[in-house]
């Protein structure tokens, strides 16, 4: 779509946060978790091999946790929102105002925590893949608002 | 208009086949416990209370036409008050089960956009007053005054013979031409796994015979007909069912091609309106079986317009992702329509009007990325055929239609 970067608005930083440290936790507690049980058996060098493989996979991990982060964006355009996502499978998905059955506002304990929440918007049709994770809360009720009160002047029905 | 009740009947046939199970376990039970005691409290104790049951069921469940909505209320403890809004209303049965039939009458369905309960129904109704109370609604749902007679044009009817035939040119003719051959070739080098593969092959044709049964009993004598509300599908052996679609609430057409129908050049037509749950997938067939030169006219007609052929073909590069479907894989598009053909052993081509798009997307798997793909997904909201794919364009060609289509569809809205 010809967009420049600039029209592209983006999740909050503190997604990549949340992201990040859930990431550190999954990985880093899995690392600890095998070190620990080597080192008590007294397999040492394996635990080095361990250890070396668990930093690398994290390293990994993290990389591909913040070009994740990077990729997603949406644009508010006059009759459609656009979001695009994913790194090794690019999704681009185009959602009239129109078309738009209801709209979620979705936060898990974590993601309040860290003051942000998903928006998840429904259409008529099962396929429909529009979710816009980790805006900040107030970002995320102005969108819903912005796209409620479009909904309703553009309502186009089935 | 005043309030109506079901038919009488009604308890009787719907708690008919509860109370054909509880006797299937009670004898079960009685049998193995050689001890007819339970039964006979069980039917004793549980019969008055099922008729009671019934009969306040049916005491409660009431429905009226009140302006544009049709108002059903039913239940004896938990009440429920549903109101149907009849513009919105995208389809309407008339179903009539084998056992209703012997006793004249019908159960009458509404579907509606919404979840998986979202179908209203009226079981059952004497069947005239289904076949007056389904024309009056018609006349609601497609927004005009009077409830007119319809004058009923028949479009197709589909003979018993291609039926039968279409459903003996697939799994079945393949496991009867191989079953000899590979018993054949058992036999020769070895004797032991013979009856094994046997018995395999026979489980096979029993399970094919089957699926072929079930259809013959629901496409049995399919008609379509063309009535000024819409579309009307008959089909069925024992249990009957006339299907009418309005106008204007078509989501998706599919037409598909399986491999062995190709040498009859026979199609197979389904179409999709929002709100039918996936789990009926037969109540979508518009044509079960037809000449393709047939099927594109009777889908013209449906649509008011021909549809493009699809000619736009894929670039070379695409073999490498879609070795085998890549000849099949075109497109046609007339700002009105997306058609989209694809799939190797079936030949599938998905219509989805514009009007009806819900949602574009436009994907990329990494595979797709080295090659230079990207596809393109047209989502309607049908709800088993969701919509079409215009699968590996070239990555300028998916961002120009992405962009096209929009615009198209917002025209179109």
């Known amino acids: ?158 | 208009m005043e309030w109506s009740r079901l038919h009488p009947l009604t308890p009787l046939l719907r708690g008919g086949s509860y109370i054909l199970l509880l006797a299937a376990g009670i004898g079960q039970q009685g049998v193995r416990d050689g001890d007819a005691r339970f039964a006979g409290v069980a039917l004793v104790v549980g019969t008055p209370l099922a008729v009671l049951a019934g009969y306040l069921s049916w005491r409660t469940t009431r429905y009226r036409v009140e302006g544009t909505e049709l108002h059903i209320t039913s239940g004896v403890l938990r009440k429920r008050d549903r109101r149907v809004p009849l513009p919105r209303v995208q389809s309407i049965d008339l179903v009539r089960p084998l056992a209703a039939r012997i006793f004249g009458l019908a159960e009458l369905r509404l579907e509606v956009v919404g979840g998986a309960d979202s179908e209203a129904r009226l079981s059952y109704l004497q069947e005239e007053t289904a076949v007056r109370l389904r024309t009056s609604l018609l006349a609601l749902v497609s927004g005009r005054e009077e409830a007119a007679e319809p004058v009923e044009r028949s479009l197709a009817t589909v003979p018993t013979g291609v039926l039968l035939g279409s459903m003996a040119l697939g799994g079945p003719l393949v496991v009867a031409l191989a079953a000899p051959l590979v018993l054949l070739a058992a036999a020769a080098f070895a004797p032991e796994a013979v009856l094994p593969i046997f018995l395999g092959m026979f489980t096979l044709l029993t399970s094919y015979v089957g699926i072929a049964v079930k259809r013959l009993l629901t496409e049995y004598g399919f008609s379509v007909s063309e009535v000024p509300e819409g579309l009307r599908l008959r089909q069925g052996l024992l249990d009957r069912r006339t299907q009418t679609i309005p106008p204007g609430r078509v989501q998706t057409i599919r037409i598909s091609e399986p491999l062995l129908w190709r040498w009859q050049g026979w199609v197979r037509v389904e179409v999709d309106v929002a709100g039918y749950g996936a789990q009926e997938s037969h109540t979508s067939t518009l044509l079960p079986v037809a000449p393709r030169a047939f099927a594109e006219a009777l889908v013209a007609r449906v649509l008011g317009t021909y549809l493009p052929a699809p000619t736009v073909g894929v670039l070379p590069i695409v073999r490498w992702r879609a070795p085998l479907s890549r000849r099949r894989l075109r497109i046609a598009t007339d700002g009105r329509h997306v058609v989209s053909c694809s799939g190797f052993v079936t030949t599938t081509t998905d219509i989805v009007p514009l009007t009806k798009v819900q949602s574009l997307r436009l994907t990329q798997g990494a595979w797709q990325r080295r090659l230079g793909l990207a596809s393109v997904h047209v989502d309607s909201a049908g709800r088993r055929l969701t919509g079409a794919v215009l699968a590996h364009r070239a990555v300028g060609e998916a961002e120009d239609l992405l962009a096209v289509l929009t615009a198209q569809a917002r025209a179109a809205r």
């Open chain 1, 1 to 158: 779509m010809d967009l420049s970067d600039d029209d592209w608005r983006r999740p909050d930083p503190a997604l990549l946060r949340l992201r990040r440290i859930t990431c550190l936790v999954e990985l880093g507690g899995l690392t600890a978790l095998a070190l620990v049980a080597l080192l008590v058996t007294g397999h040492g060098w394996e635990a080095l091999a361990a250890a070396l493989a668990g930093t690398v996979l994290l390293g990994l991990a993290l990389s591909s946790v913040e070009r994740h982060f990077r990729a997603w964006g949406y644009a508010e355009r006059d009759d459609d929102l656009l979001i695009r996502r994913g790194v090794l499978i690019r999704r681009t998905s185009v959602v009239p105002y129109g078309r738009m059955q209801y709209v979620d506002v979705v936060a898990g304990p974590w993601d309040r925590h860290f003051g942000i929440a998903s928006v998840v918007l429904h259409t008529a049709a099962a396929a429909t893949d529009a979710t816009i994770p980790g805006l900040r809360t107030d970002e995320a009720a102005r969108l819903r608002d912005r796209l409620v009160a479009l909904g309703e002047a553009r309502a186009a029905g089935v």
